[in-house]
């Protein structure tokens, strides 16, 4: 009987020891994983490849990308997908990959989070001319509509 447990011990520990020395998986395959989701319109599959600051750009991406038409979208679906650059330092990388049907490089940028890594993205990777406000640098014609009422009280339309 004393033999039956040690070689269910011997049997558990090493199921467990070769579970854990699972593969994490490189900048490359996590970012050709992520361009796949997203090229399938599958944001929630996307989202595990993110960092938790991305998921709203990736939120924000998926409702830009419900307005493009079916022939747009086909575009997409069908685009090759190719890493043409990897630059590793530490726990940041940046791949660049090439995108058919958008005819340029994209750069990916990468961070490891919990030690696997993760597609960081920012506003400004999916709105190319994203300008975060900064500060309160508010004034009147930027927060107030025009003042459209008359001396009297009334509602005047607006001239434009």
Known sequence: MTNFFRIMTLAL?????????????TPEEVALAFMHAIQDSNYDQARDYA??????????????????????????????????????????????????????????QMVKENGQWKISLTFDSIIPNYAPQ??????????????????????LPETK
Request: hydrophobic residues 35%; glycine residues 6%; contains cysteine.
């Open 13 to 25: 520990t090493t199921t467990f020891l070769l579970g854990s020395c699972k593969k994490r998986a």
């Open 51 to 108: 960092t938790k600051e991305s998921q709203q750009v990736i939120q924000i991406y998926a409702i830009f990308d419900g307005r493009r038409s079916g022939a747009e979208r086909e575009k997409i679906k069908n685009a090759k997908i190719e890493v043409v650059n990897i630059e590793e330092n530490g726990d940041k990388a940046a791949v660049t990959i090439l995108n058919s049907s958008a005819h340029q490089k994209e750069v990916l």
């Open 134 to 155: 900064t500060g309160n640098t508010f004034d009147s014609t930027t927060v107030l509509p025009a003042d459209t009422t008359s001396s009297a009280g009334a509602i």
